[in-house]
C-alpha cells in the first residue's frame, strides 16, 4: 500500500538524488507550479542531485531553454535526460537506417536531427518521404489534436516495408494547461499493435535510466539505486519504470491521474487505491502535487 505523505521532506532525507519527471510535476506545459519549483531547490540547498528525467523528444539544451520560457530557475535542477536525446543516439547508430521519415511537429521538433558531437563515425540521417525511407523517427504526431487512428494507413504502408519506428517519447497523452494532447506514445501503441516494430527510449524503457545514471556520474556522483527517488505523475511511465529499475517512486496524483484519483490537495484514498490497483502500479510513496 502506497503512503500518502504531506511534502517532500517527509521522506527526501532518505535519497541522495531525485529523478524528477516534468510535465505534470514541476510544469503544465505552460507556466511552472512554484511549489515544486521551491521543492526542489530546498532539495538541491540540503544537498540532494536533481536529474531531470524527461519523456520529450528534444535534446536537452532544448528542455533547458523550455524550462526557462516556464519559469523554472536553473538552480531548481543539476541536469537533464530526456528521452529525445537518449532516441536521438540511437538513431545515430544507424537503428533505423539512414533514409528517416519524420514524424513531428516540424518546428519545435526540429532539434532531433541535431548532429551528436559524442558518437564516432555517426550515420548520415536524411529526412525523405515515407515511401522512400528505412525507418520512422516519431517526435510526435503531426497535430496533436487529432485522433491517432489517421495514421493506420500510412502505418500499414510502413509495416508491410517492415520498417522500424524509432519512438521518441514514450507518453500516450500530455496535458498542456487543460488541453490533453496525444504524444509520440500513441502512434507507437497503434504500430505496434498493427504488427510494426516500435522502438522506444524514454520512459518507462531502460535506456533513459541508463542516461540518466550517466547524467550522475559526470556530476562526479555514483549514487546506488536505493539512493535514488523517481517522482512523476505517469503510473505506466515515471512510476512503471521505477519498479522495472528497482528505484523507489513518488506518485503525484494531481497530474494525469487526478480526477480518477480525485485529486484536489490531496487524492482520496480509496480512490487512489482503486486506480494504482488498476494501473498495476505500487509506488512507495503518493503526494497530490509536489511540494
Known sequence: ????????????????????DLWGCVHNGITAYPEAVAALQAYRARGGIVVLVTNSPKPRAGVAEQLSEFGVPDDAYDTIATSGDSARSAMYRGAIGEKVYFMGEPIRDAGFFEPLGILENPVNITRVPLAEAEGIACCGPFDPMADPDVNRADFLFAKTKGLKLLCANPDIVVDRGEIREWCAGALARIYTEMGGESLYFGKPHPPIYDLAR?????LGNSIPDSAILAIGDGAQTDILGAMGE?????????????????????????????YLQKEKVSPQYTIGQLH
Open 1 to 20: 500500500m502506497t503512503q500518502i505523505i504531506s511534502a517532500l521532506t517527509d521522506i527526501s532525507d532518505r535519497y541522495q538524488a531525485l529523478f524528477v
Open 214 to 218: 550517466r547524467r550522475l556520474i559526470a
Open 246 to 274: 528497482d528505484i523507489d517512486s513518488l506518485f503525484i496524483s494531481g497530474g494525469l491521474a487526478a480526477e480518477e484519483t480525485k485529486t484536489t490537495h490531496q487524492p482520496d484514498e480509496t480512490a487512489l487505491t482503486i
